[in-house]
C-alpha cells in the first residue's frame, strides 16, 4: 500500500544519502566503487522521484542535494509518463516553492541543478497543460522578490533546456514542444532580456541579462540543428513576428553600448548577439529602406569600435567582432554595402585593424583567418559592381599591402619562433595553416603580379640565407612554397584580367622548380609542399581537366616546354622522395602515391605517362623502384595504391593483356615461395609473414585495376586455379594474426566486386561457380577459426569485428554481383553456399546487436548483408537454423529504431522483401513451394513482424522520418501477410 511505498522510498533515501556520503568523502577506490553501484541501482529504481523529491525536502547537505537534482533530472524523461496529472503539478510546484524560498542560499551549482529539474519538468508536461507554461511568470517572481540573477538564470536555463534535444524523446516531440515555445514565449523572453540589460544595476545583472539575449538568439528557430562548435553562423531564422524589435534601430545600438562600455565575458555575449543579429534572414526587415537602415547602424557601430580599440584590446572580443565582420559581408552584397554613408570609414579602420592584427600575430590569434576571408569576399565581389566608386578604388588600392603584409608577418612569425623556442607557431599546425589559406589565395590574385614577384624575390632570399640559418630557410621556403601550390590551385577556368596569369603563373613555377634539387637525400619540410605545388600545377596544365595547355608553356624554360616534360620531372620527384622516405614519412607517402594514381587515372595524362622512360623502366622492374614501400613494413598499406598505379599504367600499356604472365612473374615467385612455405610448415617464419602482408596489398591494387571485362579475365586465368591456393594457407594459418589475414580477405573482397560490370563470364563457363566455391571455402576456413577464437574484450574489434565486416563485405558482393548462378548449388549438392551462408550467418548471430550497433562499419556491413539476403536468398535462409531467422528479424527492430539513415533504409527493404516472400509463398500450391521452412519460422514470428510494423508506422507518422517512402514501402507487404488480423 502507499505506507509501504513511503516507507521504503524513504529508506532507499536514507541509503543514497549514505551512499552520496561516501562518495564525496575520503573513502577507498573500491568503497568508491561500491558506493556508485548503489547510487546506480537507486537511480533505476521506479520510485526514483519520490526518493529524491523526499531528499530535497529534508533541506540535507548541499552535496547531496545536487546529486539528487542530476538523478531526478536524469530520471524524469523514464518516469514523467508513470505520474499521474496531479503527481506532476505537485511535484512541479513543490520545487518552484522550495526555489523561491530557498534561492538567496543557494550556492550557484546547486541553484541551477533546481533550475534544471524545474525547466525539465516545463519541458515534458508542456503539451499537456498550461499549467507547466508560466515560467516566465515565475522568473517574474523571482526578481520581485530582489533576486533579478536568479529570475534571468531561470530563463537561461528554460532556453537550454529547450533548445537541447532530450534522451528518449523523438525528435519531432522535441520540435513541437520548441516551436510551441518559440512561438508563445521566446519575443517575451527577448524583450524581457533587452529591458533587463537597461536597467542593470550590476555586472552579473548585466551578464544574465545579454546572455539571456545571446541565448534567445542562437535558438533553433527551424528545427535546423546548428553545430554549435562551428565558429560561423548560418542564416539565421527569426520569426516575422521580430519583425519589430529587429528593425528598432535601438536593438544594435543597445549591444554595441554595451560593449563598449561592458569588460568581459558581458562584452563578448553582446558582440554574439551582434553576430546573430546581422545574420538574420533578408525577408525578417518590412522594406529595403528598414534593411539599409539597420546595415548602416551596424556599419557605424563596427568602425566606431575598430576606431576607438578600447574594446577590441580583449582577445575573445576581437575575435567575435572579426566574425561579425565577415558574417556582415556573407550576408550583405558589396553594392549595398557601398552605399553606407559610413563604409568608407569601416575601409579605413578595417585596413588599420587587419594590419595591426597581422603583426601582433600571438595575440590575433585565428582571428587573421577571419580577416582573410573577410577580405576575399571583398576581392570577389568587386568585380560585379555596376560601376566604378571612390570606394571601390579605395578597396583596389587597400588590398595588395595587406596581402604583402601578411605574407612577410609570417616570414616574420617562423623567425620569431626559430629564436624563441617557448612560442608554438601556428604555421606548424595543419588545421589552422589550412584555415589561414583558405582566403588568401583569391587575395594573391587579385593584383596578381605584385604578389607573385613578392613570393618569388622572398623564395630566392630565403634560400640565399640558407647557408646562415638552413633551418628556418627551409621552414620559410616550405611556407611560400604551400602558399604558391593554393594560389596554382585557385587558378580560374578563364581569365579575362589585364593581367597575363599564364605569365605569371610561369615565374612561380619557375621558382619552385627551381628548388627540386633540394629534395635530394632525407624527407624535409618543404618535400610536401612541392609535391602539392606540383598537384596544383598538374591538375591546371596536364590532362584533361586542364584550364590551358598552351601559353603557360610558351614562359617556361626549353626543359619544361611541354607537359610530357613536366610529367617526367613530376615522376622522378616522386620517385626521389619515396624511394628516400622513412618509416615515419606517412603523410610524404600518401601525397606522392595519390597524385601520381589521380595522374595515371585521366586517359589523356595517363596515356602521357606510359611515353616517358622512368615510367617504362618502372613498369619493366616494379619492385626494384619505391623501394621504401618495400623495406618498411609500416609503409606497407600503400602498396595497394602503388600497384593500383602500376596495374593501371602496364594495362595502358598493354590493353590486351599480352605480357600480364611476364608483368606479374615477381608476384608469381611470391606466391610460389608462400606455397611452398606453407607446404613445408614454415609459413609462420617471420620472413614469409612480411611477404604474406605485402603480397596480397599487391594483389588488391592490381585487381583494383582490372577495370573491363577483358582485363579482369585475364587477371582471373591468371590467379586461378594454382595461384589462389596460397590465400587458403594465409587465412588458415594467420586467421589470429589480424596485420596479415585482414589484407588477404580485403583482396577477396575487391576480387569478387563486380564494379563497372568487369565480371562477366562466357555462357559456357562455370568461372562464376568455381570463383564463388572459392569464396565459400576462404569464408569458412576464417569464420570457423574466429567463432573458437578466445580473445580479450579490448582486442574484440582487431581480432574478430574487423574481419567479420570484411567477410559480409565480400559474401554481400558475391550474392549481389549477377555471376553466379547459385540453384547450381543445391541442385548438384554442393554445399558452398550452405557454408558460406551458414558460417557469417553464425558470425553475425554470436555478436550482440549492441555490438553491431556500436561500430559504424560493422552495422553498414551486416545491414548490407542482410538486405541482399532477404532480396536474393530466402529460400537457402530457411535452410538454416531458425535461430539465425529471429535473430536477423530482432536486428532489423534495432535498424528501423537507429539513427543511420541507410541502415533503416536496408532495415525497410529487407523486411519488405521478406514479407513479399512470405506472402507470394502462401499462393502457391502445397507441392511447389520453395522455402517452407522459412515460411514456418515467420508464421511463429508473428509477434516480430507486428513489432515491425508498429515500429514503422510509429516512425513513420510521429518521428522525423528524412526517408519515409523506404519507411512506408514494407507497411503493405506486412499488413497483406497478415490480413485477416488488419481486416
Same mark, same amino acid.
Given at each position: 500500500g502507499p505506507a509501504m511505498a513511503e516507507a521504503s522510498a524513504t529508506a532507499a533515501a536514507q541509503q543514497f544519502a549514505a551512499a552520496a556520503q561516501v562518495l564525496y568523502g575520503n573513502a577507498t577506490q573500491d568503497e568508491r566503487g561500491e558506493a556508485q553501484r548503489q547510487l546506480t541501482e537507486i537511480s533505476a529504481r521506479d520510485d526514483i522521484v519520490a526518493i529524491c523529491k523526499s531528499i530535497l525536502d529534508s533541506g540535507a547537505a548541499a552535496q547531496l542535494q545536487f546529486l539528487a537534482c542530476s538523478s531526478l533530472s536524469a530520471a524524469l524523461p523514464k518516469q514523467w509518463s508513470k505520474l499521474n496529472a496531479q503527481e506532476k503539478k505537485q511535484l512541479y510546484d513543490g520545487l518552484i516553492e522550495d526555489l523561491l524560498a530557498r534561492l538567496p542560499n543557494f550556492e550557484r551549482p546547486l541553484r541551477m541543478a533546481f533550475m534544471e529539474v524545474i525547466c525539465r519538468c516545463v519541458k515534458l508536461g508542456w503539451l499537456e497543460d498550461d499549467h507547466f507554461r508560466n515560467v516566465v511568470d515565475v522568473s517574474k517572481r523571482i526578481a520581485s522578490n530582489g533576486m533579478r540573477v536568479g529570475a534571468l538564470e531561470l530563463l537561461c536555463a528554460m532556453l537550454d533546456e529547450l533548445n537541447r534535444h532530450m534522451p528518449g524523446r523523438t525528435l519531432t516531440q522535441h520540435r513541437r514542444i520548441s516551436s510551441a515555445f518559440r512561438d508563445s514565449s521566446l519575443l517575451d523572453v527577448f524583450q524581457l532580456g533587452l529591458q533587463s540589460i537597461q536597467s542593470a544595476s550590476s555586472n552579473d545583472d548585466l551578464y544574465q541579462s545579454v546572455d539571456l539575449c545571446r541565448k534567445a538568439l542562437s535558438y533553433d528557430f527551424i528545427g535546423a540543428s546548428v553545430d554549435d562548435t562551428a565558429d560561423d553562423v548560418g542564416t539565421v531564422q527569426l520569426p516575422s513576428s521580430w519583425r519589430a524589435v529587429v528593425s528598432d534601430q535601438a536593438t544594435p545600438q543597445l549591444f554595441f553600448s554595451v560593449f563598449s562600455r561592458a569588460a568581459p565575458p558581458t562584452s563578448t555575449a553582446a558582440a554574439e548577439c551582434l553576430v546573430y543579429l546581422v545574420a538574420a534572414r533578408r525577408s525578417i526587415f518590412g522594406s529595403d529602406r528598414d534593411r539599409a537602415a539597420f546595415l548602416a547602424i551596424m556599419?557605424?557601430?563596427?568602425?566606431?569600435?575598430?576606431?576607438?580599440?578600447?574594446?577590441?584590446?580583449?582577445?575573445?572580443?576581437?575575435?567575435?567582432?572579426?566574425?561579425?565582420?565577415?558574417?556582415?559581408?556573407?550576408?550583405? $552584397? *558589396?553594392?549595398? &554595402?557601398?552605399?553606407?554613408?559610413?563604409?568608407?570609414?569601416?575601409? %579605413? #579602420?578595417?585596413?588599420?585593424?587587419?594590419?595591426?592584427?597581422?603583426?601582433?600575430?600571438?595575440?590575433?590569434?585565428?582571428a587573421s583567418h577571419y580577416l582573410l576571408i573577410l577580405w576575399s569576399k571583398l576581392v570577389i565581389s568587386l568585380k560585379y559592381l555596376k560601376k566604378e566608386s571612390d570606394t571601390s578604388r579605395q578597396l583596389n588600392v587597400s588590398i595588395p599591402p595587406i596581402v604583402e603584409l601578411y605574407i612577410t608577418s609570417r616570414l616574420r612569425m617562423l623567425e620569431e619562433c626559430a629564436v624563441n623556442e617557448s612560442l608554438e607557431c601556428p604555421?606548424?599546425?595543419?588545421?589552422?595553416?589550412?584555415? $589561414? *589559406?583558405?582566403? &588568401?589565395?583569391?587575395?594573391?590574385?587579385?593584383?596578381?603580379?605584385? %604578389? #607573385?614577384?613578392l613570393i618569388v624575390s622572398s623564395l630566392r632570399e630565403c634560400v640565399a640565407r640558407g647557408s646562415a640559418s638552413p633551418e628556418l630557410a627551409v621552414e620559410q621556403v616550405a611556407w611560400l612554397v604551400r602558399v604558391a601550390a593554393e594560389i596554382m590551385a585557385a587558378r580560374a577556368p578563364q581569365h579575362h584580367g589585364e593581367e597575363d596569369e599564364d605569365a605569371i603563373d610561369a615565374q612561380l613555377c619557375i621558382a619552385v622548380f627551381e628548388l627540386l634539387p633540394q629534395l635530394r637525400g632525407a624527407v624535409t619540410p618543404l618535400t610536401v609542399p612541392i609535391l602539392r605545388f606540383l598537384d596544383a600545377f598538374r591538375k591546371s596544365f596536364i590532362g584533361t581537366t586542364a584550364t590551358s595547355h598552351a601559353r603557360v608553356y610558351q614562359h617556361l624554360p626549353v626543359e619544361l616546354g611541354t607537359p610530357s616534360a613536366v610529367l617526367q620531372v613530376i615522376v622522378e620527384v616522386i620517385e626521389r622522395v619515396v624511394g628516400s622516405a622513412g618509416a615515419d614519412d606517412d603523410e610524404v607517402v600518401s601525397v606522392a602515391l595519390e597524385m601520381l594514381l589521380e595522374t595515371a587515372a585521366g586517359y589523356a595524362s595517363g596515356m602521357a605517362l606510359v611515353e616517358i622512360a622512368a615510367v617504362k623502366q618502372l613498369l619493366a622492374e616494379h619492385q626494384q623502384h619505391f623501394r621504401a614501400l618495400f623495406q618498411y613494413p609500416e609503409l606497407y598499406r600503400y602498396r595497394t595504391i602503388y600497384y593500383h598505379v602500376v596495374g593501371r599504367l602496364h594495362l595502358l600499356q598493354d590493353p590486351m593483356a599480352v605480357r600480364m604472365e611476364a608483368f606479374l612473374s615477381p608476384i608469381d615467385e611470391m606466391m610460389r615461395n608462400i606455397s611452398q612455405a606453407a607446404a613445408q610448415g614454415a609459413i609462420k617464419q617471420p620472413d614469409v609473414r612480411t611477404a604474406c602482408i605485402g603480397l596480397f596489398r599487391d594483389l588488391r591494387g592490381l585487381c583494383e585495376a582490372m577495370s573491363n571485362r577483358r582485363l579482369y579475365n585475364a587477371f582471373f586465368d591468371w590467379i586461378y586455379p594454382d595461384r589462389i591456393r596460397a590465400l587458403h594457407h594465409v587465412i588458415q594459418e594467420f586467421y589470429d594474426d589480424p596485420p596479415v589475414v585482414i589484407p588477404a580477405l580485403k583482396f577477396l573482397a575487391e576480387f569478387v566486386s563486380n564494379k563497372s560490370q568487369r565480371i562477366v563470364f562466357d555462357c559456357s563457363s562455370a568461372n562464376g561457380i568455381l570463383l564463388f566455391r572459392e569464396v565459400s571455402k576462404a569464408l569458412t576456413i576464417y569464420g570457423m577459426r574466429v567463432l573458437s577464437l578466445s580473445y580479450a574484450p579490448h582486442q574484440a574489434y582487431s581480432l574478430r569485428h574487423k574481419g567479420v565486416i570484411v567477410c559480409l563485405n565480400t559474401l554481400t558482393r558475391t550474392m549481389s554481383g549477377s555471376y553466379v548462378n547459385f540453384g547450381v548449388f543445391a541442385l548438384y549438392g554442393d554445399r558452398a553456399l550452405a557454408d558460406a551462408l551458414e558460417v557469417v550467418l553464425q558470425l553475425v548471430s554470436t555478436t550482440s546487436i549492441e555490438t553491431i550497433m556500436a561500430y559504424p562499419k560493422l552495422s553498414r556491413a551486416c545491414f548490407r548483408f542482410v538486405e541482399v539476403l532477404c532480396h536474393n536468398h530466402c529460400p537457402a535462409l530457411g535452410e538454416r537454423d531458425p535461430q539465425h531467422t529471429m535473430s536477423i528479424l530482432n536486428l532489423l527492430l534495432h535498424g528501423l529504431r537507429g539513427s543511420d539513415l541507410n541502415i533503416s533504409s536496408q532495415s525497410a527493404a529487407a523486411i519488405d522483401h521478406l514479407a513479399t516472400f512470405l506472402f507470394n509463398e502462401r499462393l502457391r500450391p502445397p507441392n511447389r513451394t520453395r522455402g517452407s521452412q522459412l515460411v514456418a519460422t515467420l508464421e511463429r514470428a508473428r509477434d516480430s513482424l507486428h513489432a515491425l510494423l508498429r515500429t514503422l508506422v510509429y516512425t513513420a507518422l510521429l518521428d522525423e522520418c528524412h526517408n519515409q517512402w523506404s519507411m512506408t514501402r514494407p507497411m503493405l507487404s506486412l499488413i497483406l501477410t497478415h490480413k485477416e488480423f488488419y481486416a
Open positions: 556599419l557605424s557601430g563596427i568602425a566606431t569600435v575598430l576606431e576607438e580599440k578600447k574594446s577590441i584590446a580583449d582577445q575573445n572580443n576581437f575575435h567575435i567582432i572579426c566574425r561579425l565582420m565577415m558574417r556582415l559581408k556573407s550576408n550583405y $552584397q *558589396l553594392q549595398d &554595402l557601398i552605399e553606407v554613408e559610413a563604409f568608407p570609414r569601416f575601409v %579605413s #579602420a578595417l585596413v588599420s585593424t587587419s594590419q595591426s592584427a597581422f603583426q601582433a600575430w600571438q595575440w590575433s590569434g585565428t604555421l606548424h599546425d595543419e588545421a589552422q595553416l589550412v584555415e $589561414q *589559406l583558405e582566403g &588568401l589565395p583569391t587575395l594573391c590574385r587579385h593584383k596578381y603580379s605584385r %604578389s #607573385a614577384a
